[in-house]
C-alpha cells in the first residue's frame, strides 16, 4: 500500500510504506513534537525516544488511522478494536482517541459478525477541512458506513453479498479503497470484491466551498 501523503490539513503524516496500516503511523503534531502510534493487542502512542505516553488495553487493535476528523482535538486516531469470537456473533468497536492525551472521544459497537472490521480515513464531504472514518468489513451483505468526527453515522454504502469471498472463518470478505477519482478533492469510494472492483460510490451532494456563484458587481451593499 502507498503510504499517506507527506502534509495533510496542515499536519504532516508518514506510514512506513509496505507495512500494514496497523503496525505503525508516524505523526508530527501541529506544535512540531512526533508522535509513534501502533496497535495490535491494544493502542500505543511513544515519544521519539521510546517513552510510551499512553496506551489504551484492547483484545486487538487494527487500523491506527490518524486525521483530523474532529474540532475538539488537535489530531485524533480512530482504532478498531476486533471483536472475540471470530465468528457470526463477535463484533468490534471503533474508538476514536485524542492522540495528546489517549483520552476516548467516543466508541462505536459495530453489529454482531462484523468481528473483522476495518477503518480508514476518507474525504468524503470536504467540509471545513475535516476527514470521516470509512468502516468497511462488516460482513456479508452489511453496508460499509462512513462516520463524522462526532461518531455519527453520515453515509452507508451497499456491499451486495454476491460481491463477498471466504477467507479462513470470515464468510464477508472485500476491500474498500479512496480515492480522489472525479477530481473535486473529495474521495470516492471503490468497492472491491472477489472478482475485482465491483462498485465507486460518489458523494451527490454539492460540494460545500465557497464560490462567486452569487456575486454582484454592485459593491456597494
Same mark, same amino acid.
Given at each position: 500500500? &502507498?503510504?499517506? *501523503?507527506? *502534509?495533510?490539513? %496542515?499536519?504532516?503524516?508518514?506510514?512506513? %510504506?509496505?507495512?500494514?496500516?496497523? !503496525?505503525? =503511523?508516524?505523526?508530527r503534531?501541529?506544535?512540531?513534537?512526533?508522535? +509513534? /502510534?501502533?496497535?495490535?493487542?491494544?493502542a500505543?502512542?511513544? !515519544?521519539?525516544?521510546?517513552?510510551? +505516553?499512553?496506551?489504551?488495553?484492547?483484545d #486487538?487493535?487494527?487500523?491506527?488511522?490518524?486525521?483530523?476528523?474532529?474540532?475538539?482535538t !488537535?489530531?485524533?486516531?480512530?482504532?478498531?478494536?476486533?471483536? $472475540?469470537?471470530?465468528?457470526?456473533?463477535?463484533? =468490534?468497536d471503533?474508538?476514536l482517541?485524542?492522540?495528546e $492525551?489517549?483520552?476516548? +472521544?467516543?466508541k462505536?459497537?459495530?453489529?454482531? %459478525?462484523?468481528?473483522? !472490521?476495518?477503518c480508514?480515513?476518507?474525504?468524503?464531504t470536504? &467540509?471545513?477541512?475535516? *476527514?470521516?472514518i470509512?468502516? =468497511?468489513?462488516?460482513?456479508a451483505?452489511?453496508?460499509?458506513?462512513?462516520?463524522?468526527?462526532?461518531? #455519527?453515522?453520515?453515509?452507508?454504502?451497499e456491499?451486495?453479498? =454476491?460481491?463477498?469471498?471466504?477467507? #479462513?472463518?470470515?464468510?464477508?470478505?472485500h476491500?474498500?479503497?479512496? &480515492?480522489?477519482?472525479?477530481?473535486? *478533492?473529495?474521495? #470516492?469510494?471503490?468497492?472491491?470484491?472477489?472478482?475485482?472492483?465491483r462498485?465507486?460510490?460518489?458523494n451527490?451532494?454539492? /460540494?460545500?466551498?465557497?464560490?462567486?456563484y452569487?456575486?454582484? +458587481?454592485y459593491? %456597494?451593499?
Amino acid at each position: 500500500m &502507498a503510504s499517506h *501523503s507527506p *502534509s495533510k490539513n %496542515g499536519i504532516d503524516l508518514a506510514n512506513t %510504506g509496505g507495512r500494514h496500516s496497523d !503496525a505503525n =503511523a508516524v505523526v508530527r503534531l501541529p506544535d512540531g513534537q512526533w508522535r +509513534l /502510534l501502533f496497535g495490535n493487542h491494544g493502542a500505543h502512542c511513544l !515519544a521519539p525516544d521510546g517513552r510510551e +505516553l499512553w496506551h489504551r488495553e484492547m483484545d #486487538e487493535a487494527q487500523h491506527v488511522v490518524v486525521g483530523r476528523f474532529s474540532r475538539e482535538t !488537535a489530531l485524533q486516531a480512530a482504532v478498531v478494536n476486533r471483536g $472475540t469470537p471470530r465468528n457470526e456473533t463477535g463484533a =468490534a468497536d471503533l474508538y476514536l482517541f485524542d492522540i495528546e $492525551t489517549g483520552r476516548d +472521544l467516543w466508541k462505536r459497537t459495530q453489529p454482531r %459478525g462484523a468481528w473483522g !472490521a476495518n477503518c480508514q480515513d476518507v474525504r468524503w464531504t470536504g &467540509a471545513d477541512g475535516l *476527514s470521516e472514518i470509512l468502516v =468497511a468489513g462488516r460482513g456479508a451483505g452489511r453496508p460499509a458506513v462512513i462516520y463524522n468526527g462526532k461518531g #455519527e453515522i453520515i453515509e452507508e454504502l451497499e456491499i451486495p453479498q =454476491a460481491y463477498c469471498g471466504t477467507y #479462513e472463518v470470515n464468510t464477508g470478505v472485500h476491500c474498500c479503497y479512496r &480515492a480522489d477519482v472525479f477530481g473535486d *478533492s473529495r474521495d #470516492e469510494v471503490i468497492v472491491v470484491g472477489w472478482k475485482g472492483v465491483r462498485r465507486i460510490y460518489a458523494n451527490a451532494r454539492p /460540494l460545500a466551498v465557497p464560490t462567486l456563484y452569487n456575486t454582484t +458587481l454592485y459593491r %456597494g451593499m
